[in-house]
């Protein structure tokens, strides 16, 4: 049974940049793909990026194309999401998924695991 679990959230001042790590235990993530969620205080969970599972698409949301970058070390089982100029409205808890699949779903219902998620924090 793959398990996900992130890693990598806190506390970071505007302007800042983060890496949050999804780490996978149970299964290897070769097969794959791997999609970033994030939800906001009261509002829906909302996609951010997905990788496909050789790493060789990924995918982002209009809004944060630019700022976030998705890579994967399937040696390591690990997904990143890196973020950069952060801001109060990336303040969120993100999820990562993960979907048996050669696509790059960006739905969340699409995918069958979750990690438990981790608290960004962005404040000055």
């Known amino acids: 049974q793959l398990q996900l679990v992130e890693f990598g959230g806190g506390l970071v001042q505007p302007g800042k940049s983060l890496t949050l790590s999804c780490a996978a235990s149970?299964?290897?993530?070769?097969?794959?793909?791997i999609g970033w969620f994030r939800q906001a205080p009261g509002k829906e969970r909302e996609w951010v990026s997905c990788?496909?599972?050789?790493?060789?698409?990924?995918r982002y949301a209009d809004s944060l194309k630019g700022r976030f970058t998705v890579s994967r070390d399937n040696a390591k089982n690990t997904v990143y999401l890196q973020m950069n100029n952060l801001t109060p409205e990336d303040t969120a808890v993100f999820y990562c998924?993960?979907?048996?699949?050669?696509?790059?779903?960006?739905?969340?219902?699409?995918?069958?695991?979750w990690g438990q998620g981790t608290q960004l924090t962005v404040a000055s």
């Open positions: 990788i496909i599972s050789s790493g060789g698409t990924t």
């Open positions: 998924a993960a979907k048996r699949t050669p696509f790059c779903p960006n739905a969340a219902y699409e995918y069958n695991y």
């Open positions: 149970g299964s290897t993530l070769d097969y794959y793909a």
